[in-house]
C-alpha cells in the first residue's frame, strides 16, 4: 500500500456566502481542507468576494494557502472560474464581480463574453463545459483560449454519474484538439457528505419548492464535498490531480497585501496632510479657548500630533473632519465618539464636543502604536438630515470611490426554523404557529415544549429533521444588506479592492465586505450614524432661540446645573437621552449624579456588562459610603480612581492589564476583542491564566486577580468604552437641562423628531402636561405641520397637523401656509384638499373651530366641495342637522385611533371606578405603601423587557397618573405565558418593593383586563 | 382565516377568547393549539354552486350574493302546504345536509339578505311591519365607506340612518348606498339575476378529514345528491346514469350508478348509492368526492329537451377503464407516471387514473428527463439480494460490471417516516450495468448503507 497520497489543490469550491448554494461556512471548509492535506484551497463563490475575509482569517489561523477566486455563470450559460494570480489579478477580479453586480438588479449579476473579451489579465479561468452545449464546445475553447493564453483550463468534475467515463474521454479530446489543459476540479458545494439533507434544503428553497417535490433538481448524490486524497486518486486520473498543484503554485496572493490608501482631495494642493492638520488644530483651539489655551491642554495636543504624524494619519482625521465641516456649514448638529473622537485635536477640530479641559479622560488609548490599525471614529448626525451627509460623499468622491459597508444578515432562530421548516414542506400554519409562540427570550432547551405546545411531537420524524436542519441553518449568511452608516472611501477605485453592488435603496452603493472584513483588513471606515436626539435637541434649541428673538446655541446652555441634577437624582427623566428607559431609572435615584463625570459613569453601569460583572453594587456602596475603597497598588489607584476603585470602562480593563499584569498594550488590545467574542468562541482560557499569572508576578492578591478576572468576563461585549460615554453623556446633560428650564421646547423638539427614543407620542405629551406644560390640540386655525410652542406662550404647545394619522405632508404643509379659513369651503378650496385630507382632519379633530365636534365637522365634510366640483359653491350650509357629540369614552377611541394619544382623560381615569371596584390602586397611590406589603395595581402595558440573560421580565403599566414598574419572575412567566405576551390591559397583584427611592411591584398574579378597553387602541414596545 | 386575521372560529375556539378579527398571531397566543385553515374561495363558490343546486328543489327562481343564496319562493307556497310548512322543510333538509344556515324571510330580497346576514330568524311577510324589523340593524352592513361615514356620523343603526335627511345624506354617503336602504326597505324595486344551472352536473366535494370505512361516505356524499336533485328538478329532468368518484391520495375509485328510468328524488339515488358502498371495500383512505351525471333524460310526464350526452373524452376512457376492470378486476388496470425523483423505485408511479402534471414547471421537467440517465426496463418490484464470491456479485454466474458505479444518495427526508412506501427511504447506493452469465444486461447496485451487500434492481433487456 503506497503511503503517497497525490497531492491536491482544490480549486472550485462554493461557501455558504453563494446563497442558497453552499452548505458550509468558509471556516468548516478551510479546516476540512487542512485535515485532509490539501496543498490549498480556493474559495470560488458565485460572483462574490463576500467571504473571502473570513476565509482568509480562518486559513492563515489554520496554516492552509488560501486562493481567491469567483464562479461565474455567463449570459449564455458557460460557467468558469476565476483565480486570482496576485494583487494585480486580485483588482482586476473585483473589478469584474462589481461589472456583473452593477449591470443586474440587488442579488443578481450579469456577465457576458465580451466583458470578459479583454481577457482578465492576471487571473487564471478554468471552464467547466455543460453536457448541454456540447455542440458548441470546440468554439468556446478556442474563445478561452484567446482570451486567457496560457492561463486557461478545462476543468474535469466527477460526481459519480453514468456518463462520467464518456465525459472524460470527450473533455480529453476537447483538450487535445484546443490546445487547453484539462484539470480535475471537485465542484465543492459543503465540506462533508453528511452536509447533504442541508444542501438540498438550500435547493429546494433556491426552487422555491420542497426537497419532497424537488426532485431531480437536487443533486443525486453527495459527492460535492471535500474528498480524502485516496479517494481521488480513486476517481480522477493523476495527471489532472498534478495539475491542480501547477496551477495553485502560480496562485501567490494574500489578502494581507491589500494595502489601503487614503483619499487625498481632504487637503488643499499646496499644503501637506501634516500642516493642513496643524493649521487647523490651532484655529480650532483659539476659536474653544477664548481665554488662552490651559498647559494641560496644548501638551496633550502636542503628544497626539505627534503620534499621529508617526504613523501618519493625518488623512483620516482630515477625511472626518472634511465631513463634520460640511455638515456644520448646513447646521445640521453632530457629534463625534469612539475611541480616537475624544482626544484634544478632535475637541480644536470640532469632531466632538467633550472639552478636554474639563473631563480627565486617559487618552493613551486612542491610537495603539502597537494595533497599526487606524483609528476608529463613528460621528452621529441628526437622523432626519443624515443623508444629506451621505449624498454629499457620494457627490465628493464618486461612486466607485466610496460606498457604504455591508451588513450580512444571518439566519436567527425564527428565520431558520422558518426556511427549514419550508424546505421539508411542513404546513405554514404549523410553522407560524410555532414561530410565533417563540418569545424572544426563548433558548434551544425550550424548543421541544414550543413544539408540543402547538400540537406537534418532537419525537416525530419530520420534526426531527426541522429541527436539525433549522439548527445547521443558524448562523449561515442570508443576504448581504447596507450598513446602517459606515462608509469606506479609498484613494483609487474602489472596486479594484472589493466588489461595489448596488443596494436595495435607489442610489446606494455597497461593499461586498462587512465591517468586521473591513477591520480585519484595517481599511478605513468611516461611521456616518444617526441620532434621533440630535434632532430632538436641535429642533429644541430652535425653538427656544425663535421664542427668545436671538439664535439659541449648545454652548448657551450653563454647565452644572444643580436643579438639573436634582431632577435626574428623583430619576424624573422620561425623553432624557440615554437615562429615560426603565432601568436607569431604577439606577438613577441610588446614584444620585451631581456633576458631568457622574453622568458618564450612569451612562456606561446601567449595561449587561457591568451589571453581570457584579461592579454595579459594589461602586453605589461605595459611593454611598458604605464600603472603604482601598487600592493594592499606586498604579491600580491611577487606573480606577476616578471610579472608586471599580473597573467599569472598557478601557480601563485594558489598562488594568498593562499595569497590573503586564500585558503590553497590544496584548491588552487583544484582550479587548477577545473580551467582545469570547460567548461565540469559547472563553477567555489561556489569557485568563496569563491575567492572573501577570498579576501574582505583580505582587497581587490572588484574591483581587480572580475578582479582576471575574469583572472581565462579565463585561463580555457589553464594556461601555469611557469615550463613547463622555460623548453621550454632554447629550445627556444638555436634554436634561432643557427638559428641566425649556419643557415645552423640549416636548417641541421630541415630538418633531419622533421615532425615537424610549416613549411614544402619548407617553412624553402625558409626562409634559403632569409637568405643566399645556398642549393643545391640533387645529387648522392654528398648527403648523410640526408641534410648535403655542403662540408667544414659554409654556404651551400647539401639536401639529402632522400628528394626524392619515393626512399627507403636503395637505399638511399647504394648510399651514394657507390659513386661517373662514369655514370649511373656503379651507378646502384654499388648501386644494382632498377626501382622504379631509376625512383625516375630521377624524382627528382639527376642524373644532370651523365645524365643531368630530360627528358635525364629519357630516360638514362628507359634502364639501372638492376641487373638482367648482361649480358646487353653497350647498353645505342648506344641511342643518345636529347630531349629538360623542361621549367621553367615544372621544377618547377616537383621538387613539387618529392622533395616537388623547389630551382628553386618560382612558384609565374612565375606568377607574371599575378598577376600584375590583381593588385596585392607582400608580399614586402605591407611591406610598411600604416595602413588602401586598398591593393590587393595574395599567396599560406599554413595554415588556427581559434583559440579557436575566430570566426576570420587566413591565410597565401606565395609568392616569403615571408609569409603574413590574418584575414577573420566570415560573409566574411560564404559567401565565398567556397573559404576560398578549394582555394590553393588565391587573397585578402583588408586593411592594422598595429600594433606596426606587418602587417596583413584584407580580404574584396577572389577570388580563383586555376586554375593558374596547376598541380603544394601545400598543407595547417588547424587547431586550 | 384570510390576510392575517380570523374570519370564522367554531365554538371551541370562540371560548378561548379568539373571534372573528382577531389576529393571528393574537389567536395563536391565546390558543396555542388552535388550528388555522386559509380561506379557499374557489372551495367557497364550489360549495355555493352546490347549494344553489340544492335550492333547485323548492323554487326554480333562485339568486346568489356573496354568501348568500336567495329563494324566490312566493308562487312555490301552495306546492309545499304554506309558508309555515315551506320554511319548516328548508330548515329540516339544510339540517339534514350538515348545513347551518341562518334562515330569515322578507318582502324584499335585500331585507332578508340583511336578516339572515344578522341572525334574526324572522318571517316578515307584511311591507308595513318590515321597517320594524330592519330598523335596529347596524349600518356595517351598507358598503364599507358609507357605513364608516354613517358611523362618524354617529348614526350606527339602519333607522338613524333613515332618519337623516335623505338628499343631504345622498350627498355625503353616495346616491348608492342611499338607493340601497330604499331597495331595502321596499321603496324601490330590486330585481336580481337568476342563478343559471349549469348545463352538465359534476360537483366534488373535498371531506374534512381522509375517510376509511365506505359506509360513512353515504353522509358525506348526501350534499352531493342533494345538489344533483335540485339540479334535475330545476331541470325538469331524471338522472339515468351516474359517477360517482372516490379520490384518494394517489387514484381513485369510481363506483357507477345506474338507474331503471331517469329520476330525480335524492332519497332514491342515496339508496342506490348506499347499496353500492356497503359492499365495497376501500383501498385507500377517501380524501374527497366527485358526482357526475352521465346520463340525464327527460322525466316522463314533463316536457323539455333531451339534454346532449356529457360525452368527451374523459368519459369513454372512464367506460374503457370500467370495462377493463370488470374484466381482470379493480386493482389489475393501472397507469404508471414518472415522477421526479432520483431514487429509481420512486421514479415510477403507478395509479388506478392517470396522474395530473407533476409539481415543476414542464419546462424544467422536460429539460430534466432530457437528461435522464440509462434505465432498466423492467424495475423489479423490492431489490432481490445477490450472493458476494470474492468481493464480486454473483447471480448463477459471475457478474461483469460493464458500467458505472452510479452513484445515488437521495431521500434523506423520508428515513424513519411513516406511511411512505417501501422503498421510500434515504437510498445511497453505487449503480452498476453489468452482465450475468446469460448475456443479459442487469441493473445491480451495492448497498452503501451498513451492513452493505449486493443486490440487483432490474433487467435492460
Same mark, same amino acid.
Given at each position: ?44 463563490? +458565485? ?53 456583473? =453586480? ?92 453528511? =452536509? ?91 476659536? =474653544? ?98 443623508? +444629506? ?81 433549522? +439548527? ?157 475603597i482601598s487600592y493594592p497598588s499606586p498604579e491600580v489607584r491611577a487606573v480606577l480612581e476616578r471610579t472608586l476603585g471599580v473597573p467599569i470602562f472598557q478601557e480601563q480593563v485594558m489598562q488594568l492589564a498593562i499595569v497590573a499584569a503586564g500585558f503590553t498594550p497590544g496584548e491588552a488590545d487583544q484582550l479587548r476583542r477577545s473580551m467582545a467574542a469570547w460567548k461565540r468562541q469559547g472563553g477567555l482560557g489561556h489569557l485568563r491564566e496569563r491575567l492572573i499569572e501577570g498579576m501574582r508576578t505583580r505582587g497581587y492578591d490572588i484574591a483581587f486577580a480572580e475578582a479582576i478576572y471575574r469583572q472581565i468576563e462579565g463585561f463580555g461585549e457589553y464594556g461601555f468604552p469611557e469615550s463613547h460615554a463622555a460623548s453621550f453623556a454632554l447629550l445627556v446633560y444638555v436634554s436634561a437641562w432643557l427638559k428641566r428650564h425649556e419643557p415645552a421646547a423640549f416636548l417641541v423638539g421630541l415630538l418633531n423628531a419622533q421615532p425615537m427614543g424610549f416613549y411614544s407620542a402619548s407617553q412624553l405629551v402625558q409626562d409634559a402636561r403632569r409637568h405643566g406644560v399645556v398642549v393643545f390640540s391640533p387645529d387648522v386655525q392654528h398648527s403648523d405641520w410640526l408641534a410648535a410652542p403655542a403662540g408667544e406662550r414659554r409654556d404651551a404647545v400647539r401639536l401639529g397637523l402632522g400628528q ?14 394657507? =390659513? ?205 | ?47 355555493m354552486q352546490a347549494v344553489a343546486c340544492w335550492a333547485g328543489r323548492f323554487t326554480p327562481r333562485v339568486s346568489l350574493a356573496d354568501d348568500t343564496v336567495l329563494l324566490e319562493i312566493g308562487r312555490c307556497l301552495r306546492l309545499f302546504g304554506g309558508l309555515r310548512a315551506l320554511v319548516a322543510t328548508i330548515g329540516e333538509s339544510a339540517a339534514s345536509l350538515d348545513l347551518s344556515v341562518a334562515l330569515a324571510v322578507a318582502p324584499t330580497p335585500l331585507a332578508a339578505h340583511w336578516l339572515a346576514l344578522s341572525g334574526v330568524a324572522v318571517v316578515c311577510t307584511s311591507p308595513a311591519r318590515l321597517a320594524q324589523h330592519l330598523d335596529p340593524l347596524p349600518v356595517t352592513l351598507l358598503p364599507a365607506r358609507a357605513a364608516a361615514a354613517l358611523q362618524g356620523f354617529g348614526s350606527t343603526t339602519l333607522g338613524a340612518a333613515r332618519r337623516l335627511p335623505a338628499a343631504a345624506l345622498a350627498r355625503r354617503i353616495g346616491a348608492d348606498a342611499v338607493c340601497l336602504l330604499a331597495r331595502a326597505f321596499g321603496e324601490l324595486p330590486d330585481p336580481r339575476p337568476d342563478f343559471v344551472f349549469p348545463e352538465q352536473f359534476s360537483m366534488s366535494l373535498p371531506l374534512p378529514a381522509a375517510v376509511e370505512h365506505a359506509p360513512v361516505l353515504v353522509f358525506a356524499a348526501r ?239
Amino acid at each position: 500500500m503506497t503511503n503517497e497520497l497525490p497531492g491536491y489543490a482544490e480549486l472550485h469550491c462554493l461557501s455558504n456566502f453563494s446563497f442558497l448554494r453552499g452548505a458550509s461556512h468558509a471556516e468548516e471548509l478551510v479546516a476540512r481542507a487542512q485535515a485532509l492535506g490539501y496543498e490549498a484551497l480556493a474559495i470560488t463563490d +458565485e460572483c462574490s468576494l463576500a467571504g473571502v475575509v473570513r476565509a482568509h482569517v480562518a486559513a492563515k489561523a489554520a496554516g492552509l494557502k488560501l486562493i481567491v477566486g469567483s464562479e461565474l455563470v455567463l449570459a449564455d450559460g458557460e460557467k468558469l472560474v476565476l483565480l486570482a494570480q496576485d494583487r494585480a489579478g486580485y483588482g482586476n477580479l473585483s473589478a469584474i464581480v462589481s461589472l456583473g =453586480r452593477r449591470h443586474a438588479a440587488k442579488g443578481e449579476y450579469r456577465l457576458t463574453r465580451g466583458d470578459l473579451a479583454r481577457g482578465v489579465p492576471d487571473c487564471l479561468a478554468l471552464w467547466i463545459p455543460a453536457p448541454a452545449s456540447a455542440a458548441t464546445w470546440a468554439a468556446t475553447a478556442a474563445w478561452l483560449a484567446e482570451a486567457f493564453p496560457g492561463r486557461a483550463w478545462i476543468a474535469y468534475e466527477r460526481h459519480l454519474l453514468p456518463e462520467d467515463r464518456d465525459r472524460l474521454a470527450a473533455l480529453r479530446m476537447l483538450s487535445a484538439t484546443s490546445g487547453v489543459p484539462i484539470v480535475a476540479a471537485g465542484d465543492v458545494h459543503m465540506h462533508v457528505r453528511s =452536509r447533504r439533507p442541508l444542501q438540498d434544503a438550500l435547493t429546494a428553497l433556491r426552487l422555491k419548492t420542497t426537497v419532497d417535490s424537488a426532485g431531480r433538481a437536487l443533486f443525486a448524490n453527495g459527492e460535492r464535498h471535500l474528498r480524502s486524497r485516496a479517494r481521488l486518486a480513486q476517481l480522477y486520473p493523476s495527471e489532472l490531480l498534478a495539475e491542480t498543484l501547477r496551477i495553485a503554485e502560480r496562485c501567490d496572493f494574500s489578502l494581507d497585501s491589500l494595502r489601503y490608501e487614503y483619499p487625498d482631495e481632504v487637503v488643499p494642493p499646496d499644503m501637506t496632510p501634516s500642516a493642513y492638520l496643524r493649521a487647523e488644530t490651532e484655529s480650532g483651539l483659539l476659536r =474653544r479657548y477664548a481665554d488662552g489655551v490651559p498647559a494641560a491642554v496644548r501638551d496633550q495636543v502636542e503628544q497626539e500630533l505627534a503620534l499621529i504624524a508617526e504613523l501618519v494619519y493625518e488623512p483620516y482625521f482630515l477625511t472626518v473632519y472634511d465631513i463634520v465641516k460640511f455638515a456644520r456649514g448646513r447646521g445640521i448638529l453632530c457629534q463625534g465618539r469612539g475611541s480616537a473622537a475624544n482626544s484634544a485635536v478632535c475637541y480644536a477640530l470640532g469632531i466632538t464636543e467633550v472639552d478636554p479641559a474639563q473631563s480627565a479622560l486617559l487618552f493613551a488609548r486612542f491610537i495603539s502604536r502597537e494595533r497599526d490599525e487606524p483609528p476608529d471614529i463613528d460621528v452621529d448626525f441628526e437622523h432626519q438630515r443624515r443623508e +444629506e451627509v451621505i449624498q454629499y460623499l457620494y457627490d465628493k468622491y464618486g461612486r466607485e470611490r466610496a460606498a457604504l459597508a455591508a451588513t450580512v444578515i444571518c439566519y436567527r432562530t425564527r428565520s431558520a426554523l422558518r426556511d427549514a421548516g419550508r424546505a421539508l414542506g411542513i404546513d405554514r400554519e404549523c410553522i407560524d404557529a410555532l414561530t410565533s409562540s417563540l418569545a424572544w427570550w426563548d433558548s434551544r432547551e425550550q424548543l421541544p415544549q414550543r413544539f408540543a405546545e402547538v400540537g406537534l411531537d418532537p419525537a416525530a420524524p419530520r420534526v426531527v429533521k426541522w429541527l436539525l436542519l433549522a +439548527e445547521q441553518l443558524r448562523g449561515f449568511p442570508r443576504h448581504l444588506s447596507q450598513h446602517v452608516g459606515g462608509f469606506v472611501i479609498s484613494r483609487g477605485r474602489l472596486d479594484r479592492l472589493v466588489p461595489i453592488e448596488n443596494a436595495a435603496m435607489a442610489g446606494r452603493s455597497v461593499i461586498q465586505w462587512d465591517k468586521d472584513d473591513i477591520e480585519a483588513l484595517k481599511l478605513m471606515k468611516v461611521d456616518v450614524l444617526a441620532l434621533g436626539m440630535l434632532t430632538a435637541i436641535r429642533r429644541a434649541l430652535e425653538s427656544v432661540g425663535a421664542r427668545r428673538g436671538r439664535p439659541f446655541v449648545l454652548s448657551d446652555i450653563t454647565r452644572e446645573d444643580p436643579a438639573v441634577y436634582e431632577m435626574i437624582g428623583r430619576a424624573d427623566t422620561i425623553g432624557v437621552f440615554q437615562i429615560e428607559s426603565r432601568a436607569q431609572m431604577a439606577m438613577l435615584p441610588r446614584l444620585r449624579p451631581a456633576r458631568f463625570y457622574d453622568l458618564v459613569v450612569e451612562v456606561a453601569i446601567v449595561r449587561p456588562g457591568p451589571i453581570q460583572g457584579d461592579m454595579v453594587h459594589p461602586y453605589l456602596r461605595r459611593r454611598q459610603g458604605l464600603e472603604a475603597i482601598s487600592y493594592p497598588s499606586p498604579e491600580v489607584r491611577a487606573v480606577l480612581e476616578r471610579t472608586l476603585g471599580v473597573p467599569i470602562f472598557q478601557e480601563q480593563v485594558m489598562q488594568l492589564a498593562i499595569v497590573a499584569a503586564g500585558f503590553t498594550p497590544g496584548e491588552a488590545d487583544q484582550l479587548r476583542r477577545s473580551m467582545a467574542a469570547w460567548k461565540r468562541q469559547g472563553g477567555l482560557g489561556h489569557l485568563r491564566e496569563r491575567l492572573i499569572e501577570g498579576m501574582r508576578t505583580r505582587g497581587y492578591d490572588i484574591a483581587f486577580a480572580e475578582a479582576i478576572y471575574r469583572q472581565i468576563e462579565g463585561f463580555g461585549e457589553y464594556g461601555f468604552p469611557e469615550s463613547h460615554a463622555a460623548s453621550f453623556a454632554l447629550l445627556v446633560y444638555v436634554s436634561a437641562w432643557l427638559k428641566r428650564h425649556e419643557p415645552a421646547a423640549f416636548l417641541v423638539g421630541l415630538l418633531n423628531a419622533q421615532p425615537m427614543g424610549f416613549y411614544s407620542a402619548s407617553q412624553l405629551v402625558q409626562d409634559a402636561r403632569r409637568h405643566g406644560v399645556v398642549v393643545f390640540s391640533p387645529d387648522v386655525q392654528h398648527s403648523d405641520w410640526l408641534a410648535a410652542p403655542a403662540g408667544e406662550r414659554r409654556d404651551a404647545v400647539r401639536l401639529g397637523l402632522g400628528q394626524i394619522g392619515g393626512l399627507g405632508a403636503a395637505a399638511g404643509l399647504r394648510i399651514a401656509a394657507a =390659513r386661517p379659513f373662514r369655514d370649511v369651503a373656503d379651507l378646502v378650496r384654499r388648501a386644494a384638499l382632498g377626501r382622504d385630507d379631509l376625512d383625516a382632519l375630521a377624524g382627528g379633530g382639527a376642524l373644532a373651530a370651523l365645524a365643531g365636534h368630530r360627528r358635525q365637522a364629519a357630516w360638514a365634510v362628507a359634502d364639501a366641495p372638492l376641487q373638482r366640483d367648482l361649480l358646487l359653491e353653497a350647498s353645505s350650509c342648506q344641511d342643518d342637522v345636529i347630531l349629538p357629540a360623542l361621549s367621553e369614552g367615544e372621544d377618547l377611541v377616537a383621538d387613539f385611533a387618529s392622533l395616537r394619544l388623547s389630551l382628553g382623560r386618560h382612558p384609565l381615569a374612565l375606568l377607574r371606578e371599575t378598577l376600584t371596584r375590583r381593588h385596585y390602586a392607582t400608580t399614586a397611590a402605591l407611591a406610598v405603601i411600604e416595602h413588602n406589603r401586598p398591593a393590587r395595581c393595574a395599567g396599560i402595558v406599554t413595554c415588556r423587557q427581559r434583559p440579557g440573560t436575566a430570566q426576570v421580565i420587566f413591565l410597565t403599566l401606565e395609568d392616569e397618573h403615571g408609569l409603574l414598574n413590574v418584575i414577573v419572575h420566570p415560573r409566574l412567566a411560564e404559567r401565565q405565558r398567556r397573559e404576560l405576551l398578549s394582555a394590553r390591559l393588565l391587573g397585578v397583584l402583588g408586593v411592594v418593593q422598595r429600594e433606596g427611592g426606587v418602587l417596583h411591584l413584584v407580580a404574584g398574579r396577572l389577570v388580563d383586563h383586555t376586554p375593558l378597553l374596547g376598541a380603544l387602541a394601545t400598543s407595547s414596545r417588547d424587547f431586550h | 382565516m384570510a390576510q392575517g386575521r380570523v374570519l370564522l372560529a367554531d365554538a371551541a375556539a370562540q371560548r378561548a377568547g379568539v373571534m372573528a378579527g382577531v389576529g393571528v398571531s393574537s389567536a395563536r397566543a391565546l390558543l396555542p393549539a388552535l388550528s388555522l385553515r386559509p380561506r379557499d374561495l374557489a372551495r367557497e363558490s364550489a360549495a355555493m354552486q352546490a347549494v344553489a343546486c340544492w335550492a333547485g328543489r323548492f323554487t326554480p327562481r333562485v339568486s346568489l350574493a356573496d354568501d348568500t343564496v336567495l329563494l324566490e319562493i312566493g308562487r312555490c307556497l301552495r306546492l309545499f302546504g304554506g309558508l309555515r310548512a315551506l320554511v319548516a322543510t328548508i330548515g329540516e333538509s339544510a339540517a339534514s345536509l350538515d348545513l347551518s344556515v341562518a334562515l330569515a324571510v322578507a318582502p324584499t330580497p335585500l331585507a332578508a339578505h340583511w336578516l339572515a346576514l344578522s341572525g334574526v330568524a324572522v318571517v316578515c311577510t307584511s311591507p308595513a311591519r318590515l321597517a320594524q324589523h330592519l330598523d335596529p340593524l347596524p349600518v356595517t352592513l351598507l358598503p364599507a365607506r358609507a357605513a364608516a361615514a354613517l358611523q362618524g356620523f354617529g348614526s350606527t343603526t339602519l333607522g338613524a340612518a333613515r332618519r337623516l335627511p335623505a338628499a343631504a345624506l345622498a350627498r355625503r354617503i353616495g346616491a348608492d348606498a342611499v338607493c340601497l336602504l330604499a331597495r331595502a326597505f321596499g321603496e324601490l324595486p330590486d330585481p336580481r339575476p337568476d342563478f343559471v344551472f349549469p348545463e352538465q352536473f359534476s360537483m366534488s366535494l373535498p371531506l374534512p378529514a381522509a375517510v376509511e370505512h365506505a359506509p360513512v361516505l353515504v353522509f358525506a356524499a348526501r350534499r352531493l345528491v342533494a345538489a344533483l336533485s335540485g339540479w334535475l328538478t330545476a331541470r325538469q329532468a331524471g338522472v339515468r346514469r351516474a359517477t360517482l368518484r372516490l379520490r384518494h391520495v394517489s387514484g381513485e375509485t369510481a363506483l357507477s350508478l345506474g338507474f331503471s328510468e331517469p329520476i330525480a328524488d335524492a332519497g332514491r339515488i342515496e339508496r342506490v348509492l348506499r347499496e353500492r358502498l356497503d359492499r365495497l371495500t376501500l383501498t385507500a383512505p377517501v380524501e374527497s368526492l366527485c358526482l357526475d351525471a352521465l346520463e340525464v333524460a327527460a322525466r316522463p310526464g314533463h316536457d323539455g329537451a333531451l339534454f346532449g350526452d356529457a360525452g368527451g373524452e374523459r368519459e369513454r376512457m372512464g367506460a374503457l377503464r370500467e370495462r377493463l376492470g370488470a374484466r381482470l378486476g379493480e386493482t389489475q388496470v393501472v397507469f404508471p407516471a414518472v415522477c421526479n425523483d432520483h431514487r429509481p423505485e420512486c421514479a415510477t408511479r403507478c395509479g388506478a387514473q392517470p396522474e395530473a402534471s407533476p409539481p415543476l414547471s414542464s419546462a424544467l421537467l422536460s429539460s430534466l428527463l432530457s437528461s435522464l440517465p440509462p434505465r432498466p426496463l423492467w424495475l423489479l418490484a423490492a431489490p432481490e439480494s445477490l450472493r458476494e464470491v470474492a468481493g464480486r456479485p454473483y447471480r448463477g454466474g459471475r457478474l461483469d460490471l460493464l458500467t458505472g458505479p452510479e452513484r445515488i444518495e437521495s431521500g434523506w427526508w423520508d428515513e424513519g417516516e411513516r406511511g411512505t412506501e417501501t422503498g421510500a427511504v434515504d437510498v445511497r447506493r453505487d449503480y452498476f450495468i453489468a452482465r450475468d452469465a446469460g448475456g443479459r444486461a442487469v441493473w445491480i447496485f451495492r448497498e452503501c448503507r451498513a451492513p452493505g451487500g449486493w443486490f440487483l434492481h432490474g433487467f435492460f433487456s
